[in-house]
Antibody, heavy 119, light 110 residues
Framework: QAQLVQSGAEVKKPGASVKVSCKAS????????MHWVRQAPGQRLEWMGW????????NYLPKFQDRLTITREKSASTVYMELHSVTSEDTATYYC?????????????WGQGTTVTVS | QSELTQPPSVSEVPGQRVTISCSGR????????VNWYQQFPGEAPRLLIH???ILPSGISERLSASRSGTSASLAISGLQAEDEADYFC???????????FGGGTKLTVL
């Protein structure tokens, strides 16, 4: 059974960087893309970017292009999301989510979420 | 950002049928299949329907969905108290080369 387990909550000062991990299990890690989606309190889901786990190719939402890095470590079945120069506007719950297909935007398995507080 | 539009809230009594709409653009719903997600407070979203009308294993057959043009809708029949949650639509956007989501609709079972 496919499962994604994320790292724990983070509290950061403005201007710092935050790195969240997402460990996959129960499926072929390199078969699917992985997305990062965030949700500020009471707000909509906001897609941030994806990584093709097999190739390492990435694509980011333009607003994050300059300060978001998504990487993967195949030997550890883990994907990482690092956001630099955070501000209070980055306070949100961050989710990793597996793409049902190679890359189609259908997010069928989600991590439990990681709360990031910038204060 | 190309975002999808949903009504903020809908409500209905138990046993009845409710629909939730989702509108977008040619670059997303007009071209690609629509997915629907359910989210309870404090939990991660769960995929309910993908590619317009396909129910993953384990999802109640009281749910159905459709897409036409740049709009889509989710229907839940035989409403139960346990259906009370937030529902989000999502679709791949060709311009962004990534998914976009609706603002979410809070379903209240009266």
């Amino acid at each position: 059974q496919a499962q994604l387990v994320q790292s724990g909550a983070e509290v950061k000062k403005p201007g710092a960087s935050v790195k969240v991990s997402c460990k996959a299990s129960g499926y072929g890690f390199t078969d699917n893309a992985m997305h990062w989606v965030r949700q500020a309190p009471g707000q909509r889901l906001e897609w941030m970017g994806w990584i093709s786990v097999g190739t390492g190719n990435t694509n980011y939402l333009p607003k994050f292009q300059d300060r978001l890095t998504i990487t993967r470590e195949k030997s550890a079945s883990t994907v990482y999301m690092e956001l630099h120069s955070v501000t209070s506007e980055d306070t949100a719950t961050y989710y990793c989510a597996r793409d049902l297909e190679l890359l189609a935007g259908t997010l069928d398995v989600w991590g439990q979420g990681t709360t990031v507080t910038v204060s | 950002q190309s975002e999808l539009t949903q009504p903020p809230s809908v409500s209905e009594v138990p046993g009845q049928r409710v629909t939730i709409s989702c509108s977008g653009r040619r670059s997303n719903i007009g071209t690609n299949g629509v997915n629907w997600y359910q989210q309870f407070p404090g939990e991660a979203p769960r995929l309910l329907i993908h590619d317009d009308d396909i129910l993953p294993s384990g999802i109640s057959e009281r749910l159905s969905a459709s897409r036409s043009g740049t709009s889509a809708s989710l229907a839940i029949s035989g409403l139960q108290a346990e259906d009370e949650a937030d529902y989000f639509c999502g679709a791949w956007d060709d311009t962004l080369a990534g998914p976009v989501f609706g603002g979410g609709t809070k379903l209240t079972v009266l």
